[in-house]
């Protein structure tokens, strides 16, 4: 069986492994039919010649990003791994991981930068187009990427108040039949939306944008009749709108603004499909200058590693 050595000569073994080699462990089960052991500075390898030389290129990956940013995270490795394991091959990963710029860095210090090609276009749209549409299945960050980005421009002054919002429906109920006010009602919908937030701004500064509405977290039914001047507006699970309410979304547009409308075609809970005004927009705007659309596929999901697997079972399923 073939065998491969391969020097880590300068990165720190701790960091590179990961806590009791859990970073090993996680190489090992991504290609199960090669053994990978660690003596000091050394990395021995043994197992198939193909999987052999991605290994060794998922290795020189983890150290780039280990010298650029003085750690490793799970999450980094992951994100090496499956970009290896896609279906594009692996000649892209320098150009979609390390070389990537940070969009913004977390209270926690986590520095959030785009973990996929496809992520990367959806920065790079977002900073060429006042109109994005970002549109993949569950997990891809298509929510997570954006309110960074909108953070980002809060902060650089770039925009003067942040809007997320999103359409109070879910299949099945009715808001008039649950229990509360209309806060109370809409709150669970609204949830992921202050979740993100919170994750990306310090809980005092939230709280007092909240209160000073620099930051507004409203249901989508709540737009119509206004304009938002300066401001960075995200629709979020838009596959929920309607036509009409994509359309109002989009016009409450003013001077200074932009906007990134996200949704899951797949998953949208109006009871007639084709109303879904995610679908028909691509059809109603293609071509339009300042205008662009991303597609995320179920390679950029960065959620637990069967999430990929799901997803493309049911795809097999629908077809």
């Known amino acids: 069986m073939p065998e491969k050595t391969l020097s880590i000569e300068g990165a720190d073994p701790l960091l590179l492994f990961g806590f009791n080699d859990v970073y090993l462990r996680k190489i090992e089960e991504a290609f199960p039919e090669t053994h990978v052991t660690a003596r000091g500075s050394e990395v021995h390898l043994r197992g198939d010649e193909e999987a052999l030389q991605k290994v060794e290129r998922v290795f020189d990956e983890m150290i780039t990003l280990l010298d650029r940013n003085d750690h490793l995270t799970e999450d980094d490795v992951d994100t090496v791994l ?3 394991d896609s279906s594009d091959g692996a000649s892209s990963v320098s150009a979609t991981t390390g070389s990537r710029d940070a969009i913004l860095s977390t209270p926690d210090g986590e520095i959030i930068k785009p973990r996929s090609q496809n992520q990367e276009r959806l920065v790079q749209a977002a900073a060429a187009n006042d109109v994005v549409f970002t549109i993949g299945p569950a997990g891809t960050g298509k929510t997570y990427v954006a309110v960074a980005l909108a953070v980002a ?5 770039e925009v003067n108040k942040i809007v997320l919002s999103r359409p109070a429906v879910e299949a099945g109920e009715e808001l008039g039949f649950l229990p509360g006010d209309f806060y109370e009602k809409v709150a669970p919908y609204l949830r992921p939306l202050y979740d993100a937030l919170g994750e990306m ?4 500064e939230l709280a007092e944008s909240l209160e000073q509405d620099r930051v507004e977290v409203v249901p989508l039914a709540y737009m119509r009749g206004r304009t ?3 401001s960075f507006v995200i629709l979020d699970e838009a596959q929920n709108a309607t036509t009409g309410q994509m359309k109002m979304f989009l016009t409450r547009l003013g001077p200074q603004s932009r906007a990134i409308v996200t949704g899951d075609i797949t998953q949208t809970d109006l009871q ?10 691509q059809h109603i705007l293609k071509g339009i200058d300042g205008i662009e659309f991303i597609y995320l596929e179920r390679e950029d999901v960065a959620r637990h590693r069967l999430v990929q697997d799901i997803i493309a079972a049911y795809e097999e399923h629908d077809e």
Do not use: T, W, Y
């Not at 421009?153 to 002054?157: E, F």
């Not at 007639?272 to 927009?281: E, K, M, T, Y």
């Open 82 to 84: 499956a970009l290896f």
């Open 153 to 157: 421009a809060l902060n650089d002054h």
């Open 201 to 204: 701004m310090p809980r005092e």
């Open 228 to 230: 938002l001047k300066s």
């Open 272 to 281: 007639d499909r084709s109303a879904s005004g995610l679908i028909q927009v």
